[in-house]
Structure formats: structure tokens, C-alpha cells
């Protein structure tokens, strides 16, 4: 059984008097342990596909299921840690709080959430910083207390939304380094990205989404099999696509 | 259940720390500290002044709490997507609008009752200090925390339509103005609709009565909850009213957060 499932999933937005289809009859499959990369230049429709995963948005036709179970039902969100692109927090609460929210609300005991909170925060370098405001914390701070509000409950799948957005080298290279450990304990991640070195350095297959079309999904020596690299074949297979 | 109290202490907590609440607290303490000084303007009626002036304020800072710091919260969770942090764990929706509208109500219970004992305090000094003030031979002070209490229920029944206003809305100030007219029509509405069907001072046609009393059936009759006349003349309340009228506003809050959940459950949120 696979761990998230896109089957047939189509999905337009209303602009006026216009209908644009964002995405359009996309179907993946990621697998048990692998890091799954989702590639696309901006405006693809990588956001609206992780959106409709999660139940933020209603899908015009097809469905999602994440560990088998529909992924507009409560029990899938369970198995799931998620970081959106710019994470949004409730800005008066300390990182502490905010992270014991995150992590009572996703099941964990309260006689064990310290102690998570407190692993969390080392493994992010912001265990100093646990009892401020979190609307005092920089953008990169803020990106680590999303990955820390993602793992806090140790799901089974992280979903990541431009994980490295606004992350200088030191934070980008933590990232790299929490995404291969979770890894590396048999757990699935699953990220969108526009940025190359990162889905070469980290993903197992990939998938590339421009104008809510689905151009390419297999790993990632077959997509650079017949360029130079993975920006060439980026590029081509989004110019030959028409865009 | 669990769910709804964590993010009723969230929400709670966001409020409290909020710069905005410790605003329209300094800024009420200094009006109820004016009651003084206006309720000494008036030579005549300064019990029932004293009790408007109070009772004003403390309707004024409960308006604002819900304008600025309720509709603000919801605003900010839905247009900046902080709900996308809360639904994306296993949260129903119906849990996040019972969690957002418990913390808020918590909210507006701990300014009521931080507000309502100032009422209470500067009544008390008013009638110490400000000379020739005599209060009505069945005043009560009892009654002020009935009053206090129905000036509150009021409010939930306000809150819960700007809660409803915000979640259909796109913009925070179309909520704060159609909060406000549900506001000014539910303390209107009633008065105008006996001065028309009365036929004394005005002539009006059926048809303009037919409608208003169509839209009192759908707006809340919110001076049914005020009490400051009974209160400051030290006239009987009848338990009875009190009761029905109790009923009448948790039925309507509960009614709305109803609709609140059968539109959010239906919305695209990211």
C-alpha cells in the first residue's frame, strides 16, 4: 500500500467569470520510506495538489488517501506532519507553546510533551529561544519552529511545501540533515520544490507538475538520462510542454 | 473535546497577550474614572447617569473586543492561514469554530468581569463623592451583576454573528460592518417596530411594517438583554423574563455557530 495516493485528482478555481484549471487528472503514487520530490515552476499547481492532500481544499473529481484512509478524514492527519511555504503561527505564543499545541493536538501524551518539545528544539538550534514570542523570532527561525510544528508528534509522512523558502546555508544544510534522518528511520517525505540541487541531493523519485499537468513521474536517473542535467531536462521538458 | 479546550486556552492565551485588549482596558478605567466627573454635570436623575455612563463603557469595550481583538483573531487565522497549522492535524473543522468561539468567549467573560467590577467600583465611588446622588429606594447591587451578566449574553450573541460575518467574508472590515449593522438593528429594530404598529406618531404603511417585523425574525432583539433602566430606577426583574430571555440568546448563538460551521466546512481555507 502505498503512502499517499493522488488518483485522478482535478481541481479549478473560479477568477471572475473565468475557470482555470489548476490541476488536471493527477495521479502519483509515493512510496513507503522514499523521499518524493515535487518539482514545477511557479504557478504549477504544486501547492493546490498538497492543499487538496490535506483537505484544505475540495478536489472537482478524483481523491487522495494517505495510508490507505481518505484524505479528508481526521484519522489520515494523524499520520501526517506539514509545512506550508510560509508558515503562519499564533504569533503571541512562545515556541514551547506553540510546539506543546502542535503536539497534544496530534496525540501525544502530556506527560511526554517536554520532553519532545525539548528534542525538537536542540534538533533545530532553537532550544535558547524556547520561551519567546515566536513574532520575535527571524523568517529562518520561524521556517525551523514549521519543521519543528511538522515533526513534533514523529508522523509517518512529512509533506513540505518549499521546506528551504527563506533558509540561509546553515539552515538549508539542518534541513537536508532532519529530512535524511527521517529517512533514514523508514519514514516518507514528501516535498514540493522549485529549487534543483535540493531534489537532486535528497530525492529518491520526482515528479514535475507545470500548468497542472503531470510531465513527468519515475526517478531521477531516467529523467536526466538523456541531458546533461537536471536543469536541462527541466528546462526542456517545461519548454517542450508548451509554456 | 480535548481538541476544543487546547485551542480554546490557544486562542484565550493569544487574547490575553494581545496589546489590543490591554488598550480598551486602560481605556475603559479611565471612562469609568470620568463617570465622576460627568455624573456631576447632571443636577437631576444622576443615579440613572451614573449606571448609563457605566453601562456604556462597559457595552463600548465589549464592541471593541469583538470588533478589534475577535473578528482580528478569526480574520488573522483564516486570511493568513494559521487554520491551515491547526486543520492540518487531526482537527475537525467543527472543533476549530467550537475552540475559536470557546477562547473568545473566555475572552469576553475575563473583560467582563475585570470591566464589570470596575462598573461596580466606580458606581460605588459616584455614589460616595458626587453630591445630591441618591439612589432609588429599591436599587440593588445584586442586580448590577444580573445586568453585568446580560450586558455579556449580548455580547455572545453579537460575537457569534461576527464570527459567522468573518468566515463568509473576504475582508475583515466587511465583517466589522455588517457586525456593526446587526449590532445597531438589533437594539433598534424593536422600538421601531412598536412606534410604527402604534400608529401615534407616524403613518406608515403595512407593507414597511410586514418587512420590519420580517427582519426582526431573522436579527437578534438585542435590547431585550439591556437591564440598565430596571436596574438603575431599582424596578423588579422578573425571573421569569430573565429566564426566557437567558434561552432566547444561547438558542441564537448557538443557532449561528451552526451556520458558522456549515459554511466553513464547505470553504476552500488555503
Redesign the interface.
Known amino acids: 500500500m502505498s503512502e499517499i495516493v493522488f488518483d485522478h485528482v482535478t481541481k479549478s478555481f473560479k477568477y471572475g467569470l473565468k475557470q482555470q484549471t489548476v490541476l488536471q487528472d493527477l495521479c502519483l503514487e509515493i512510496e513507503k520510506g522514499e523521499i518524493f520530490g515535487f518539482l514545477g515552476p511557479n504557478g504549477a499547481g504544486k501547492s493546490t495538489a498538497i492543499n487538496v492532500a490535506l483537505d484544505f481544499i475540495r478536489p472537482d473529481e478524483g481523491r487522495v488517501f494517505i495510508k490507505g484512509l481518505p484524505g479528508n478524514s481526521v484519522g489520515s492527519r494523524g499520520h501526517v506532519g506539514y509545512m506550508p511555504e510560509h508558515p503562519q503561527f499564533y504569533e503571541q505564543l512562545s515556541a514551547r507553546e506553540l510546539l506543546c499545541f502542535g503536539g497534544l493536538v496530534s496525540g501525544i501524551n502530556r506527560s511526554e510533551i517536554n520532553e519532545h518539545i525539548e528534542i525538537i528544539l536542540e534538533k533545530l538550534e532553537l532550544l535558547p529561544f524556547m520561551n519567546r514570542p515566536v513574532r520575535t523570532f527571524s523568517k529562518g527561525m520561524k521556517q525551523r519552529i514549521g519543521m519543528g510544528l511538522a515533526m513534533i508528534h514523529d508522523p509517518d509522512i512529512l509533506i513540505l511545501d518549499e521546506p528551504m523558502s527563506g533558509l540561509d546555508p546553515l539552515g538549508r544544510r539542518l534541513v537536508t540533515r532532519l529530512i535524511l534522518d527521517f529517512k533514514e528511520r523508514g519514514k516518507t517525505v514528501f516535498f514540493s520544490s522549485h529549487i534543483l540541487n535540493d531534489v537532486e541531493t535528497l530525492c529518491d523519485r520526482i515528479a514535475i507538475l507545470d500548468k497542472g499537468k503531470r510531465l513527468f513521474y519515475g526517478n531521477i536517473e531516467e529523467f536526466c538520462r538523456d541531458s546533461g542535467s537536471m536543469e536541462e531536462a527541466f528546462v526542456e521538458r517545461i519548454t517542450n510542454s508548451g509554456h | 473535546m480535548?481538541?476544543i479546550w487546547?485551542?480554546t486556552k490557544?486562542t484565550f492565551?493569544?487574547g490575553i497577550?494581545?496589546r489590543i485588549l490591554a488598550g480598551i482596558a486602560f481605556l475603559s478605567a479611565l471612562l469609568f474614572a470620568s463617570n465622576i466627573a460627568i455624573t456631576n454635570l447632571f443636577a437631576i436623575e444622576m443615579g440613572k447617569v451614573m449606571v448609563d455612563i457605566g453601562f456604556s463603557v462597559l457595552s463600548l469595550a465589549g464592541l471593541s473586543i469583538i470588533f478589534f481583538l475577535g473578528i482580528g483573531l478569526v480574520s488573522h487565522d483564516i486570511h493568513?492561514?494559521?487554520v491551515?497549522?491547526?486543520?492540518?492535524?487531526?482537527?475537525?473543522r467543527w472543533q476549530y469554530i467550537l475552540g475559536k468561539y470557546g477562547g473568545l468567549t473566555l475572552i469576553l467573560l475575563t473583560a467582563t468581569v475585570i470591566l464589570g467590577a470596575l462598573a461596580i467600583l466606580s458606581f460605588f465611588v459616584c455614589s460616595l463623592l458626587v453630591p445630591g446622588l441618591e439612589l432609588p429606594r429599591d436599587f440593588s447591587w445584586p442586580a448590577i451583576l444580573v445586568t453585568i451578566s446580560f450586558n455579556f449574553l449580548s455580547l455572545l450573541v453579537v460575537m457569534s454573528f461576527a464570527f459567522f460575518f468573518t468566515i463568509i467574508s473576504s475582508s475583515i472590515y466587511l465583517a466589522m460592518l455588517f457586525t456593526f449593522c446587526t449590532y445597531f438593528i438589533g437594539h433598534c429594530l424593536e422600538t421601531i417596530v412598536k412606534i410604527l404598529q402604534g400608529g401615534h406618531f407616524v403613518d406608515a404603511s403595512p407593507s414597511l411594517v410586514f418587512f420590519l417585523k420580517t427582519i426582526s425574525w431573522i436579527f437578534p432583539n438585542l435590547s431585550a438583554f439591556d437591564l440598565k433602566a430596571s436596574m438603575a430606577y431599582g424596578l423588579p426583574l422578573d425571573p421569569v423574563y430573565l429566564g426566557w430571555t437567558a434561552v432566547y440568546g444561547c438558542s441564537y448563538s448557538v443557532l449561528m455557530m451552526i451556520f458558522t460551521f456549515i459554511v466553513f466546512r464547505?470553504r476552500?481555507?488555503?
Open positions: 480535548h481538541n487546547l485551542l490557544v492565551k493569544q497577550k494581545s493568513n492561514r494559521t491551515c497549522m491547526v486543520i492540518s492535524r487531526p482537527f475537525t464547505r476552500d481555507i488555503c
